[in-house]
DNA sequence: AATATTATTTAGATGAGTCTAAAAAAGCTT
DNA sequence: AAGCTTTTTTAGACTCATCTAAATAATATT
């Protein structure tokens, strides 16, 4: 059984090595973390000697393959609660995350069992995001950027890859949802910005907001 | 905001005033919390400068308003989840206490208040226990101990005083549960063990039992 | 009232997790 | 290759929550 920052630190570790495949640098886990390069050496030792970890002096960390499964085990934790929150609870897509920050580090295997059955296996959070099964096993799903699309092209949404309360809040707004359908009618080639078909209603996004919404594609 | 380790402390106070009016003393504190005196007065200290306890050297502990009002949100919390566990996950009474404990702690107010709701509104725990609405209100009903009663006397069973899992499952295996009349039908003077009537089939139990169900009075 | 026993507090140490400041290693420039 | 910059690690300190051992206060016994 890990601590809190243990297990907080092993997830972090997880989502960065998409972008540090050799091995996640001291100070981009300090960055996710909001917190001092000292600290994240402080604390990979600690991991590294509990082999959640492989750690060698100014290579950075990799997760073995026991960190990676307790890192799986949490975020499966994490996405089956924000699902509990806005199906059973009636919570906003945008209020669920700080919770299950919370909810995730509870402790027990029937609980987490029961929990997964009460929702019916859900296989995506409300973000869009895989949930892993009890085995450790998630859909990867073939998505894009819709700042990657061109002109005239089309998907589903998704996903998102920036699920802050503001940026959530601001697709309500606008009612854009997932499982939407959305054509690009134009591209702006100075900004990036796009008009988009949303529901038979027309809409302009900035750049920002089309580099984190996610396509379907295949 | 407080730690989990000082809401553990001012549950345990509360609990513990029932039965020490004058003040909670330091070594019933230390039992309860299965640690040590001097760790005790260390967090008396604490608690006392965050004004959640009253305290002078040698003189026991008690809570302030604002201490008693923070025990009984995480009582609260508790017993909902207990709830929870019970009616919507399946688990038995005897397997909530532990996950209880851990989910208490959680900290959002719309979480408990949404879940109050979604349980709707529960005003006692799998054990019987009664469960304070948002306010920190809750019944006191009137409950004696089964043990207290007389040959010829009868009663609804409400409530267990001691529910760890190894009596709970006792309760279980001999079909005692919460709701059922019981009617004394001998008491045995020399070691008060009792027979009952219990769903019109007739049980022995022994003076540790009857000493653990509480019975409705009034 | 003096003494023995019990309860409580103090003193000092430990471990987890964090911090700042300083040292050391690695990576870039020229 | 030497020097400069950035990254990473080390050293030392802090807080919270705990412990053991020793000191002190309160209570009970004779
Ligand atoms: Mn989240
Ligand atoms: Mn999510
Ligand atoms: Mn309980
Ligand atoms: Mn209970």
Redesign the pocket.
Known sequence: MF????ENYLKAIFHLERSYPTGV????LAEEMS????????????LSEKKLVA?K????VKLSKFGRETAVEVIRKHRLWEVFLVDKLGFAWDEVHEVAEQLEHIKSDKLIKELDRFLDFPKRDPHGDPIPDSKGNFVTSNKVLLAELKKGESGICIGVKDSSPEFLQYLDKNNIALGQLIVILEKESFDQSMLINLNGKELKISNVISSNLYIKTS
């Open positions: 601590s809190l920052s243990e640098s001291t100070n981009a917190t001092k390069a000292s600290s994240v050496t402080d604390m990979i030792k600690r750690y002096k100014y290579q950075g």
